[in-house]
């Protein structure tokens, strides 16, 4: 009787298990192109991302230049006041004599053609007769960008098809510039002057070599602070502290620590470290400290996965050997989990660069037109640089905005493979 069900029984069991076999392999199937499809669709938010930035921030790395010659008027220039001529009138003027234009009585055409020269071409003028009064009665070259209307047309931002009322560049003006460039007087090259600078209220001048320190500056503070005393207490509550309720006490606060919105390390900066302790305020050491308080958490969340990584038997290992608590820790222990112990902290160090909110209340804010004199000088750094130049009115600090972003990117992708290498070296040395 059961050996004759067997045969019809075998044939319906094969077929449910062929079916099931086969629904689990499309689910895999399915999930593979589901795996597949966030993956692109990530990359393409990220294309999208970087390239619209790219495609606004490109043009900042292309500068145009003008080149005249000047010749300083004795009559304009008084030897015992040379700070009180005024060189962008005289470049003005000159230039204008160059175009074959007259100015009227009232100033009005060499005052349009001002607003296309910077006035970082009479700085240069003013310098070089201070420092050298013989120039006086003779011919100088000087160089200098255009001003930021007249890059925004050369770089085709600012069309001519534009009705002349919408407009801050009339007809003449645009004119002017074709004619300069015609000449030879006006050429474009590569922006060097955008790293080599620092703020300014002219967009065509503005740079970020003083964000660039100060965000350099303000993080070695961070890293000097954060990575020692986060690794410590770390390997304090992962090795040595006494497990109980006190512990998982720690542990829980820590853990919420590192979910605690950012600005609110702003408001504890700005009260005990400026309000309190009286450090300067805008300062890249105020910045390092409140940055440390926000990436200590991270780095100790770090640390203790990296140590729970270590297998026991080497805990075990150098323990029967002879080796006490403390040297099998740090001699054993931490430098196998030093790997993973860099690159969180160096991924910390990274996420607190590109902090906005906490630097802008304790000052950061404000306008800082050099590089940082000291750790304890008015300093800006990257994120708040482009936060202001996104909120300055002119139209060319937006493009900057963009080239900013594109810095701050490459200084956190140089972080990030710092962490990599950092790791790749630990782990072949161990």
Do not use: C
Not at 247 to 275: H, K, M, Q, T
Not at 370 to 380: K, L, N, R
């Amino acid at each position: 009787m059961t050996d004759a069900a067997l045969p019809t029984a075998q044939p319906s069991l094969r077929a449910a298990v062929e079916a099931r076999l086969k629904k689990r392999h499309a689910e895999e199937m399915r999930f593979r192109l589901y795996g597949r499809l966030a993956i692109v669709v990530a990359l393409s938010f990220l294309a999208v991302l970087v390239g619209r930035i790219v495609v606004q921030g490109y043009s900042t790395f292309v500068d145009y230049k003008m080149t005249v010659p000047v010749y300083i008027d004795p009559a304009r220039v008084d030897r015992a006041d040379v700070a009180g001529a005024n060189f962008d009138l005289m470049i003005a003027d000159q230039t204008l004599a160059r175009l074959g234009e007259k100015d009227d009585e009232y100033g009005t055409t060499s005052g349009k053609l001002m607003e296309l020269i910077s006035n970082d071409l009479g700085f240069q003028v003013l310098k070089q007769v201070r420092d050298n009064p013989d120039l006086i009665g003779k011919t100088i070259t000087v160089s200098g960008p255009v001003k930021a209307d007249g890059q925004l047309y050369f770089k085709g931002e600012l069309k001519r098809s534009t009705p002349q009322d919408e407009r801050k560049l009339d007809n003449q003006q645009l004119a002017w510039l074709d004619k300069l460039k015609a000449q030879g007087s006006v050429k474009s090259e590569f922006n060097t002057g955008f790293f080599t600078r620092s703020d300014s209220t002219e967009p065509e001048q503005a740079g970020v070599l003083g964000a660039v320190v100060g965000s350099a500056m303000m993080l070695l503070i961070t890293a000097a602070l954060a990575i020692p005393i986060g690794v410590l207490a770390a390997t304090y509550l992962e090795e040595f502290a006494p497990k109980g309720r006190f512990s998982d006490l720690i542990e829980v606060n820590i853990n919420n620590l590192a979910a605690v919105p950012s600005i609110v390390y702003g408001l504890l900066g700005l009260a005990v470290f400026i309000n309190w302790l009286g450090v300067p305020r805008s300062s890249p050491l105020v910045g390092g400290l409140v940055l440390a308080l926000m990436a200590l958490p991270t780095v100790i969340i770090a640390t203790r996965s990296a140590l729970k990584a270590v297998p026991p038997s080497i805990r075990e290992a150098a323990l029967g050997v002879g080796a006490s608590k403390t040297q099998t820790v740090f001699h054993h222990v931490l430098p196998l989990a030093m790997p993973g112990v860099m690159t969180g902290s160096i991924l910390s160090l990274a996420h607190a660069l590109g902090e906005t909110a906490p630097l802008l209340m304790i000052g950061m804010v404000s306008f800082v037109p050099g590089v940082p004199e000291g750790f304890t000088g008015a300093a800006t750094v990257l994120p708040v640089q482009v936060f202001i130049w996104e909120n300055a009115s002119e139209r060319a600090f937006h493009e900057r905005t963009a080239a900013a972003i594109l810095v701050l990117l490459t200084f956190m992708i140089i972080m990030n493979l710092a962490a990599i290498l950092l790791r790749r070296r630990f782990e072949r040395r161990w």
